[in-house]
């Protein structure tokens, strides 16, 4: 008996997942090349080879745990939902390939989170709140790595007080988003799960379906993520930033888009505090469209 | 410093992570003593700096004590460097392989092992047979040689049985100690795991082990995801685990605890707190002087 040879096949069955697909499909074929007497190969035959996927899937599991740091909220609802050992066996490939290429850390997240999302995404209604946490956390990731990569091409914000200009001085502005802003829509409340999740409270029998937007802007005055807590209205309003738009037409197409009768003044509280804190500032040399 | 604060009643101390340093900030006084992965200095060096609060154990997961592929002259070499700067009393290891020769059966055609050893990069239970046992005698005696200190040798989780097993674990770690002055590291929750997958009562078996060879214990928490319990670093031990501890504190001269909670960045710190807690009292039933 060559001890070296089992711990062979059974290393080889944790980082090669299409060899343990062949040996649960054709264990003759997989087994064929390697000399192992009777005994041995029997045990092969009679192996748990779920338990052992699931092994595998648990070294992935285990070395994976940096992900921890920027997305403890995402990872304590996949144990939660106890599903995180099926998660990391099904990205076991992918993690291999990850090890032996020359992909970056953040690339290997960025692949990791794509991954989830897509395995998450045929599933959604058995995990309620895990596509919210995953979204806010990759947000919240994407955001704070804005600060340190070059995406700081407006790095010196400045606030203008909008709150003594007339109505149609309003009007005419043309509003620029003052560094990165990503506008999220979600079914449930983000930052409420999350709260319940520290609190050990979290009970997805007790969620309530409502539609919810927040802002995720990176405040380059300070470097710190800013979450803003919008309304319908409002969040459209972001959306429709371009640096060409005036605040006049870009409250016309939230009004036309969203078919209600709002009023500009009601807009004016949400630009006052936007302008005043630098996440809006003008374009002084665009023409209003 | 070598051996400081591992002489008399037994040490507690935590296994490194992330949030560890700002933890000692706030309570250096909670733990003697720091457990540190040999990986993690490897790939960031400076984590050493904790040893300025507190001494440092090293644990190492490279070794592939149970393997027929040995670590690189250089990997060692950087264990015994890791050794000597940390001053530890000791190198726990784990009973397992982390490498295996990559066999002529496989073509070599696979994208993800461009070379002719498989790397799992993590302790692999091995098939428990004389062959292996023979073979962890031989890397017991070498990298106590090398290292010159003791290699605690930790047993690893069975999820499944390895083909080729002619002993259970506990067999092979009471033969391993009939045949050397092999010394051990107890993971209580590894050995739980163990008895779960194979049906046995942890809280009997256990004493069927050498247990006046354990010089470390580890403790963490479990996890169970389709119907297997799993090893889970991010979660508080059962009580169970306790009961096992006050077992092995009888009958052992235990001179080490580690809390493995170390796969998170972050671990709710009162929840730590009561952990470290609630192992001083178990470690406060037994009368040292007597052991």
Redesign the interface.
């Known amino acids: ?12 069955c ?3 997942p ?2 343990l697909d062949q040996l649960v499909q054709d264990p003759s074929g997989a ?4 000399a192992l007497d009777p ?2 190969y029997s ?2 035959l009679k ?2 080879i ?3 996927r ?2 595998a899937g ?2 992935t599991k ?2 994976n ?2 992900l ?2 920027q997305f ?1 909220h995402t ?1 304590t609802l996949l ?1 939660y939902y ?5 998660v990391f066996t099904a990205y076991r490939d992918t993690h ?2 990850n ?2 290429s020359r992909l970056s850390h953040n690339q290997q997240i960025e692949r990791f989170l794509s991954f989830l999302q897509e395995y998450i995404e045929a599933k959604y209604s058995a995990y309620p709140a895990l596509r919210e946490i995953l979204s806010h956390e990759q947000l919240t990731w994407e955001i704070r790595l804005s600060f340190s990569t070059g995406k700081r091409m407006l790095s010196n914000g400045r606030k203008i007080d909008v709150s003594s200009l007339k109505y149609e001085q309003l009007m005419n502005l043309i509003p620029v988003i003052w560094g990165e802003m990503r506008v999220e829509e979600f079914t449930y409340d983000p930052l409420e799960v999350i709260s319940k999740l520290s609190q050990g409270s979290f009970d997805p029998r007790q969620l309530s379906a409502q539609p919810r937007w927040l802002g995720y802007w990176a405040d380059n005055s300070t470097e710190q993520l800013r979450i803003l807590e919008l309304d319908l209205p409002i969040a459209m309003l972001l959306r429709q930033i371009n640096g060409r738009r005036s605040v006049r037409t870009l409250i016309r197409r939230v009004v036309k888009g969203a078919q209600s009768d709002l009023r500009p003044s009601e807009f004016r509280p949400f630009l006052e505090m936007a302008f005043g804190e630098g996440a809006l500032t003008t374009v002084a040399d665009s023409h209003a469209c | 410093m070598r051996a400081s604060g591992f002489d008399s009643h037994p040490a507690v101390g935590l296994a490194y992570s992330a949030y560890v340093p700002m933890f000692l900030n706030k309570h250096l006084d909670a733990v003697d003593y720091i457990e540190m992965p040999f990986e993690l200095l490897q790939h960031n060096p400076s984590v050493i700096e904790i040893q300025r609060l507190r001494p440092v154990i090293l644990h190492c997961a490279s070794l592939s004590m149970a393997g027929f592929v040995p670590p690189d002259d250089l990997t060692v070499e950087s264990v015994k460097f890791w050794t000597e700067k940390t001053k530890t009393p000791w190198v726990g290891e784990h009973l397992a392989f982390v490498t295996a020769e990559r066999e002529a059966a496989d073509a070599g055609d696979n994208k993800n092992s461009a070379c002719d050893v498989y790397d799992v990069g993590y302790s692999v239970n091995p098939p428990m047979n004389a062959a292996n046992l023979q073979q962890v005698l031989r890397s017991v005696e070498e990298y106590e040689k090398r290292l010159s200190v003791p290699v605690l040798l930790e047993n690893s989780p069975v999820y499944f049985v390895p083909p080729g097993s002619t002993m259970t674990q506990i067999e092979f770690i009471r033969e391993l100690c009939a045949r050397s002055s092999a010394q051990l590291l107890l993971d209580l929750t590894h050995f739980y795991i163990t008895s779960q997958t194979l049906g046995f009562d942890p809280l009997r078996e256990i004493m069927s082990l050498p247990l006046d060879r354990v010089v470390e214990v580890h403790i963490s928490g479990v996890d169970m995801q389709d119907g297997i319990y799993w090893d889970d670093h991010t979660k508080r031990a059962p009580e169970i685990i306790y009961d096992m501890l006050t077992l092995v504190l009888a009958r052992s001269s235990l001179k080490a605890v580690t809390l493995e909670y170390n796969w998170s960045a972050r671990f709710p710190e009162k929840a730590l707190l009561q952990e470290i807690d609630r192992t001083r009292e178990a470690l406060s039933t037994v009368a040292w002087e007597y052991v």
């Not at chain 1, 087994?31 to 390697?34: A, I, M, P």
């Not at chain 1, 106890?82 to 099926?86: A, F, G, K, T, V």
């Open positions: 008996m060559n001890s070296g040879t089992i711990n062979s096949i059974l290393a080889r944790i980082v090669e299409a060899f087994l064929r090349g390697y005994q041995i045990d092969f192996l748990d779920a338990r052992l699931n092994f648990l070294v285990v070395q745990n940096g921890w740091e403890l990872r144990n106890r599903i995180d050992l099926e291999l390939q090890r032996h």
